[in-house]
């Protein structure tokens, strides 16, 4: 394990166990099944998942409704947040940063929803190859984008957010994986609202 960034810090750290605290609820739930119904129609068969940077579980809660047969996997490297994602039950819990945390096993699918616009730009390439490590055959980045590689401000902080083409990076580094679906999640939504992402499934050859 190298230094850990800056990024990686703020979220192991206060601002990251604030977040444990904002992001929770029904509606965000509920909003999460609809997303996961979505994107599993344009999937096979799903026995496993591991998702990196699954804070509290929503993400993992929807898919277990959605997929209760699938054994679920979650990276956390936030210790609050870790401590909630084993409550649940029915998640291995690997506490630690995508960038050098993933399960011995491949899954059927690994993810990330709304991580990689806080990661420190330079190590995108090592995130992108855990992705990659992580499955068998298919990938989901759900995060907001750009065509081209912008910072934003966030919550007060510079450099803990960034948007890009982080699912045609993705592509390009691992050429093995093609898109197979993709959508977006709108704020303005009347039934299902989260914040404006886009989402992309793709799919290893």
């Known amino acids: 394990m190298g230094r850990e960034t800056a990024q ?38 799903i026995e496993s998942i591991t998702e990196f940077g699954a804070n509290i579980g929503l993400n993992l809660q929807a898919l277990h409704g959605l997929a209760p047969q699938a054994d679920l996997h979650g990276v956390e490297i936030n210790t609050r947040a870790a401590d909630e994602l084993r409550a649940l039950g029915f998640v291995e819990v690997l506490e630690g940063s995508l960038l050098d945390t993933a399960p011995a096993a491949k899954s059927d699918l690994a993810f990330t929803c709304t991580v990689l616009i806080h990661i420190n730009p330079d190590e995108l390439s090592r995130a992108y190859a855990q992705i990659a490590g992580a499955t068998k055959r298919y990938a989901v980045i759900c995060e907001y984008y750009n065509p081209s590689p912008v910072e934003i401000g966030y919550r007060g902080h510079t450099e803990r957010l960034f948007k890009r083409d982080f699912a045609g990076e993705f592509m390009d580094a691992h050429p093995a994986f093609a898109l197979r679906d993709y959508g977006f999640a709108y704020y303005r939504d009347p039934n299902f609202p989260m914040d404006d992402f886009s989402w992309f499934l793709m799919e290893r050859s």
Request: proline share 3%; charged share 30%.
């Open 8 to 45: 990686e810090q703020f979220w192991r750290g206060d601002f990251g166990n604030e977040y444990v605290d904002r992001c929770r609820g029904e509606d965000a739930l509920a909003a999460r099944l609809y997303l996961w119904g979505k994107i599993l129609r344009s999937c096979g068969p």
